[in-house]
């Protein structure tokens, strides 16, 4: 979606999804992506201006209607809600890799990821979290953390993430 600077979520049936959602990431995070620098970095920006939070990445852009900023309610309640807005840690690796994949200054750009999430990394190593990072957290602030309390591919992300701004930092 050259005018959005992103990709569009889906295509079925000749129609294109236009929902901003961060499965978009990936297509910039990969070492041999099918987009252009120019593509890579409009499809960052887009997901650091709609979906980055200092906790993960939004499902879903709070400017959509279908948005849903909290994870709340009862089980079917939550369930919808789950795919339309709810911020989800683990997307930070792809994020961060993909941010310093076409950053300019990678230093200064994983400085500066690290300095956005030091919310998660007090809550995980200062607060609450006892070391671990949760499942989920809600779309809306203060983005409070939902689902499992200790998720193993949030805590896995987070350690990535933070391997490759240090390696980032180092050259």
Not at 8 to 24: E, G, K, V, Y
Not at 32 to 44: C, E, H, I, M, N
Not at 112 to 139: A, H, K, Q, V, W
Request: with cysteine.
């Amino acid at each position: 979606m050259e005018q959005e600077g992103c990709l569009a979520d889906t295509l079925a049936d000749n129609m294109i999804d236009r929902s901003i959602r961060p499965n978009q990431i990936f297509a910039a995070s990969l070492p041999f992506s099918p987009l252009d620098a120019t593509r890579r970095k409009r499809v960052v920006d887009t997901v650091r201006r709609e979906l980055l939070t200092p906790f993960g990445l939004r499902t879903l852009s709070p400017r959509d209607p279908a948005y849903r900023g909290r994870y709340e309610g009862d089980q079917p309640t939550r369930d919808a809600a789950y795919h339309q807005g709810t911020v989800w840690p683990w997307l930070l690796g792809h994020y961060g890799e993909a941010l310093l994949r076409t950053a300019d200054d990678p230093k200064a750009a994983a400085l500066d990821l690290l300095e956005t999430l030091r919310p998660l990394l007090d809550y995980s190593l200062d607060g609450p979290g006892l070391g671990n990072i949760p499942e989920i957290f809600d779309g809306d602030t203060p983005h409070r953390p939902n689902g499992c309390p200790a998720q193993a591919w949030s805590s896995a992300e987070m350690i990535r993430l933070f391997t490759l701004c240090s390696k980032a930092c180092s050259r």
